[in-house]
């Protein structure tokens, strides 16, 4: 069989491909909000229900999801969470209240888990350690692109069709990719389209502790290595879940723009959000290459830095221009995403192949368990205080996120990690 030219770079293409088919079902709900209130008849503090239902499934499943996907191989456990976040997606097009919408949408969260867990290990089994910062960027890019789409794509199907047939498309275009991962995927030692030399550039690539047996769940959850993780991306999460859940809501009720306004302009953070992920991608290899910054720390370097970035959305609430608004929610969706980035790629660094799956669903856990605490403030003040001390204290979590992360790795090199359970 003919054997195709950087094969890695197409099944990150594959992977970014299913992350935006994810994220666009994900966020369709944020785009219709303003419009469902009306017509199903909930307030502001019910929709956060909502929304806390994804967020209780996606938590509760990031471990399972991993786990299972380590179990599995990820061709055959990638198949089933795809098909089976597609049928949820398509059933939101049925719910009749917001206890059937928040119903629905616990399914979806219980089965979009296993989205990041699943591409970090794709990232693990394929490429060599200095490029995995690129290809994580890539493949997170999916989850802004998603996030793009939904907008324009949502709202034209509801203008068009009514908001139940947006969120049945949204839904089911996700099972022509679940077909197109079986029929195309296959790890590096068994896939008959690579070549061998792309096959031993990769695993001469991969920096590898000595032989060892898989380290139970326990091992990974307690060392310090999966806490340097984890705790960064609990800090940064409620960033990246206020806007994907509460910006066309926000925009709505604090600067009055109607749903085609809306369309307009709520995706463009994500746009830059895309820009954040690859360019955090590049960031690492660039800081390697120009000022000798050991592989670790590069990625450390670029966390901080996104983390001072995030001081911009938190300024939200002192601007009365609905441009500069959105400019800052820019700022914010492009420091997020470097620092998402960036902390998803240190699980492919410190973490063997075959662990990869369980470290990025228990961090994805306690990621989602911090975003899934802010949005329930969110529903629960918003009406009362208003958005912008919401927003302001999104830039002091990361800058604590940040801190704990130099913290947690410092004294630490690169084989102390790899080689924990040696």
Same mark, same amino acid.
């Given at each position: 069989?003919?054997?195709?030219?950087?094969?890695? +770079?197409?099944?990150?293409?594959?992977?970014?491909?299913?992350?935006?088919?994810?994220?666009?079902?994900?966020?369709?709900?944020?785009?219709?909000?303003?419009?469902?209130?009306?017509?199903?008849?909930?307030?502001?503090?019910?929709?956060?229900?909502?929304?806390?239902?994804?967020?209780?499934?996606?938590?509760?499943?990031?471990?399972?999801?991993?786990? $299972?996907?380590?179990?599995?191989?990820?061709?055959?456990?990638?198949?089933?969470?795809?098909?089976?976040?597609?049928?949820?997606?398509?059933?939101?097009?049925?719910?009749?209240?917001?206890?059937?919408?928040?119903?629905?949408?616990?399914?979806?969260?219980?089965?979009?888990?296993?989205?990041?867990?699943?591409?970090?290990?794709?990232?693990?089994?394929?490429?060599?350690?200095?490029?995995?910062?690129?290809?994580?960027?890539?493949?997170?890019?999916?989850?802004?692109?998603?996030?793009?789409?939904?907008?324009?794509?949502?709202?034209?199907?509801?203008?068009?069709?009514?908001?139940?047939?947006?969120?049945?498309?949204?839904?089911?275009?996700?099972?022509?990719?679940?077909?197109?991962?079986?029929?195309?995927?296959?790890?590096?030692?068994?896939?008959?389209?690579?070549?061998?030399?792309?096959?031993?550039? $990769?695993?001469?690539?991969?920096?590898?502790?000595?032989?060892?047996?898989?380290?139970?769940?326990?091992?990974?959850?307690?060392?310090?290595?999966?806490?340097?993780?984890?705790?960064?991306?609990?800090?940064?999460?409620?960033? +990246?879940?206020?806007?994907?859940?509460?910006?066309?809501?926000?925009?709505?009720?604090?600067?009055?723009?109607?749903?085609?306004?809306?369309?307009?302009?709520?995706?463009?953070?994500?746009?830059?959000?895309?820009?954040?992920?690859?360019?955090?991608?590049?960031?690492?290899?660039?800081?390697?290459?120009?000022?000798?910054?050991?592989?670790? +720390?590069?990625?450390?370097?670029?966390?901080?830095?996104?983390?001072?970035?995030?001081?911009?959305?938190?300024?939200?609430?002192?601007?009365?221009?609905?441009?500069?608004?959105?400019?800052?929610?820019?700022?914010?969706?492009?420091?997020?995403?470097?620092?998402?980035?960036?902390?998803?790629?240190?699980?492919?660094?410190?973490?063997?192949?075959?662990?990869?799956?369980?470290?990025?669903?228990?961090?994805?856990?306690?990621?989602?368990?911090?975003?899934?605490?802010?949005?329930?403030?969110?529903?629960?003040?918003?009406?009362?205080?208003?958005?912008?001390?919401?927003?302001?204290?999104?830039?002091?979590?990361?800058?604590?996120?940040?801190?704990?992360?130099?913290?947690?790795?410092?004294?630490?090199?690169?084989?102390?990690?790899?080689?924990?359970?040696?």
């Amino acid at each position: 069989m003919k054997t195709v030219k950087n094969l890695r +770079w197409w099944i990150i293409a594959l992977v970014c491909a299913g992350t935006i088919l994810n994220y666009l079902a994900r966020n369709s709900l944020a785009v219709l909000a303003p419009e469902l209130r009306h017509v199903l008849n909930f307030s502001t503090q019910q929709y956060s229900y909502i929304v806390a239902a994804f967020q209780i499934g996606y938590t509760i499943m990031q471990p399972v999801c991993g786990i $299972i996907v380590d179990l599995l191989g990820l061709r055959i456990g990638f198949t089933l969470f795809a098909a089976l976040w597609s049928a949820a997606g398509v059933m939101h097009g049925f719910a009749t209240g917001w206890l059937t919408l928040g119903a629905m949408r616990g399914l979806l969260g219980l089965f979009e888990a296993a989205a990041i867990p699943s591409g970090m290990k794709a990232v693990a089994e394929w490429f060599p350690d200095r490029q995995k910062s690129v290809a994580v960027g890539y493949f997170n890019a999916g989850t802004s692109l998603g996030a793009v789409l939904a907008p324009p794509v949502v709202i034209f199907f509801s203008l068009r069709f009514g908001w139940q047939t947006a969120f049945i498309v949204t839904g089911a275009v996700g099972f022509i990719w679940a077909a197109a991962w079986y029929a195309l995927y296959r790890a590096p030692g068994a896939h008959p389209r690579i070549s061998e030399g792309e096959r031993a550039f $990769i695993m001469e690539g991969q920096h590898r502790p000595v032989a060892r047996g898989k380290a139970s769940t326990r091992e990974v959850v307690t060392s310090r290595r999966f806490w340097a993780i984890a705790l960064p991306r609990f800090f940064a999460e409620p960033a +990246w879940q206020t806007f994907s859940f509460w910006i066309p809501l926000y925009l709505a009720t604090e600067r009055h723009m109607d749903l085609k306004q809306i369309a307009a302009f709520a995706w463009l953070p994500f746009v830059a959000a895309d820009l954040g992920g690859i360019l955090g991608g590049y960031l690492s290899p660039f800081l390697m290459r120009h000022f000798r910054l050991p592989l670790l +720390w590069s990625r450390v370097a670029g966390v901080v830095l996104g983390a001072f970035m995030m001081i911009g959305p938190a300024c939200i609430g002192f601007v009365a221009s609905t441009y500069m608004a959105i400019a800052l929610f820019c700022v914010g969706g492009f420091a997020h995403q470097m620092i998402s980035a960036l902390v998803n790629t240190l699980a492919a660094d410190v973490f063997d192949p075959r662990e990869v799956g369980t470290a990025s669903g228990f961090a994805g856990m306690a990621a989602w368990t911090g975003g899934l605490s802010f949005s329930l403030v969110v529903g629960a003040l918003a009406d009362k205080v208003g958005y912008g001390p919401l927003f302001a204290s999104l830039g002091a979590f990361d800058l604590i996120g940040a801190a704990l992360l130099v913290w947690l790795i410092r004294g630490q090199s690169r084989s102390d990690y790899k080689l924990a359970h040696a």
